[in-house]
């Protein structure tokens, strides 16, 4: 039985930690909130309070650990995975970080530290699947991913329900949006060039750029772009905030504050998660389409969340192929640089599918 710590004890985090307590390991999960730790208490799960700003403590804290889960949020998620590593410890992360987290490849192979990054659902289970599509097409021309967390029953005026850190959801819509045109990496602001995307039993949703692909800009594929999913009148009213200048910098704070009340769920709101990753290019000597589309519901059983199942599962998926030493090469790595591994991504994408997260696939030739 390994020691494992998950350092954030928010909504995905505590869904972490149950399923690697429920696959035998001994976890703990560490925050500064100790309100979390009644939650904690019927899985036996432990809690140890942390402030995650003493990056003294946070060294101390993870030698006792085998292998550490990084589920912080984003804009402390470098500065922590850094200390991770110099402290020699293993450690998955799934922070949304703004820093390209291969900037500590060096680091980890000197102090023989395995680690894998943006390890959830988007980034993270699409990195897979890009990874995965390279390897098995001859030519890849073109690779989009288009995601969303929505709520099952949207309301007016929002239409949207925030299931994870807003601060995160926030930066999806101020941070600039990168994609890869004919080769060319293309950056252009968020929320531009909205489409609308059809889904069986759901209808039609707004699709805009966000900066999604991260690490996934450096694959030698000549057309790749992610775009983030939302019912039809959210968009339009973010831009409009925007356009008030309510998301400068002066103002982003209060912004921020008054969104999390709006967007915070209520005991009755259910959400979805709505993937869809779409590849074109020759496969075995067949020019194809071919489209997998993800659609995943809150677990009312478990009470767990779609984004918390959908992230936390596919993060808890790629710890145990650490701790199973499936995997055990020294570096920071991303989810792509693992799909040309078929005995991983099947490890992986069967992890999800014990979960009941699973997807369908059509492929046609064009």
């Given at each position: 039985?390994?020691?494992?710590?998950?350092?954030?004890?928010?909504?995905?985090?505590?869904?972490?930690?149950?399923?690697?307590?429920?696959?035998?390991?001994?976890?703990?999960?560490?925050?500064?909130?100790?309100?979390?730790?009644?939650?904690?208490?019927?899985?036996?799960?432990?809690?140890?309070?942390?402030?995650?700003?003493?990056?003294?403590?946070?060294?101390?804290?993870?030698?006792?650990?085998?292998?550490?889960?990084?589920?912080?949020?984003?804009?402390?998620?470098?500065?922590?995975?850094?200390?991770?590593?110099?402290?020699?410890?293993?450690?998955?992360?799934?922070?949304?970080?703004?820093?390209?987290?291969?900037?500590l490849d060096a680091l980890a192979r000197k102090n023989g530290v395995t680690a894998i990054t943006d390890a959830?659902?988007?980034?993270?289970?699409?990195?897979?699947?890009?990874?995965?599509?390279?390897?098995?097409?001859?030519?890849?021309?073109?690779?989009?991913?288009?995601?969303?967390?929505?709520?099952?029953?949207?309301?007016?005026?929002?239409?949207?329900?925030?299931?994870?850190?807003?601060?995160?959801?926030?930066?999806?819509?101020?941070?600039?949006?990168?994609?890869?045109?004919?080769?060319?990496?293309?950056?252009?602001?968020?929320?531009?060039?909205?489409?609308?995307?059809?889904?069986?039993?759901?209808?039609?949703?707004?699709?805009?750029?966000?900066?999604?692909?991260?690490?996934?800009?450096?694959?030698?594929?000549?057309?790749?772009?992610?775009?983030?999913?939302?019912?039809?009148?959210?968009?339009?009213k973010i831009i409009a905030m925007k356009e008030e200048g309510l998301f400068k910098d002066s103002m982003i704070?209060?912004?921020?504050?008054?969104?999390?009340?709006?967007?915070?769920?209520?005991?009755?709101?259910?959400?979805?998660?709505?993937?869809?990753?779409?590849?074109?290019?020759?496969?075995?000597?067949?020019?194809?389409?071919?489209?997998?589309?993800?659609?995943?519901?809150?677990?009312?059983?478990?009470?767990?969340?779609?984004?918390?199942?959908?992230?936390?599962?596919?993060?808890?998926?790629?710890?145990?192929?650490?701790?199973?030493?499936?995997?055990?090469?020294?570096?920071?790595?991303?989810?792509?640089?693992?799909?040309?591994?078929?005995?991983?991504?099947?490890?992986?994408?069967?992890?999800?599918?014990?979960?009941?997260?699973?997807?369908?696939?059509?492929?046609?030739?064009?």
């Amino acid at each position: 039985m390994e020691n494992i710590i998950v350092l954030g004890g928010g909504m995905v985090g505590l869904s972490i930690a149950k399923d690697l307590k429920e696959n035998g390991q001994n976890v703990s999960v560490a925050d500064i909130d100790i309100e979390i730790e009644s939650r904690l208490g019927k899985y036996d799960i432990s809690f140890v309070e942390i402030d995650f700003s003493d990056h003294n403590a946070i060294s101390t804290l993870v030698k006792k650990y085998d292998l550490v889960i990084g589920a912080v949020p984003g804009f402390m998620g470098f500065d922590i995975l850094r200390i991770i590593i110099e402290s020699g410890v293993n450690v998955v992360d799934i922070s949304f970080m703004s820093e390209d987290s291969r900037d500590l490849d060096a680091l980890a192979r000197k102090n023989g530290v395995t680690a894998i990054t943006d390890a959830g659902v988007a980034p993270g289970l699409s990195n897979l699947l890009f990874g995965k599509a390279l390897f098995e097409f001859n030519t890849l021309n073109s690779a989009t991913c288009y995601v969303g967390g929505l709520p099952q029953d949207p309301n007016p005026p929002w239409w949207y329900k925030s299931v994870f850190s807003p601060i995160d959801v926030i930066e999806e819509y101020t941070r600039p949006a990168r994609f890869v045109k004919n080769g060319k990496i293309i950056t252009k602001p968020a929320m531009t060039d909205i489409e609308q995307v059809e889904f069986e039993g759901i209808g039609f949703l707004d699709a805009f750029n966000s900066d999604g692909l991260r690490s996934l800009l450096d694959m030698p594929i000549p057309n790749m772009i992610e775009k983030t999913l939302r019912f039809r009148g959210h968009i339009q009213k973010i831009i409009a905030m925007k356009e008030e200048g309510l998301f400068k910098d002066s103002m982003i704070n209060q912004t921020a504050k008054n969104l999390f009340i709006d967007w915070a769920p209520g005991k009755n709101d259910y959400d979805q998660t709505i993937m869809r990753v779409e590849f074109k290019g020759d496969k075995n000597g067949r020019n194809l389409i071919e489209t997998l589309d993800f659609i995943d519901y809150y677990d009312r059983e478990k009470n767990i969340s779609s984004m918390a199942r959908t992230t936390g599962y596919t993060c808890a998926a790629v710890a145990s192929l650490i701790l199973s030493n499936m995997f055990s090469s020294k570096g920071v790595f991303t989810m792509e640089s693992l799909g040309n591994n078929s005995s991983l991504t099947s490890a992986i994408l069967s992890y999800l599918l014990d979960r009941d997260i699973q997807y369908t696939i059509n492929s046609k030739e064009i």
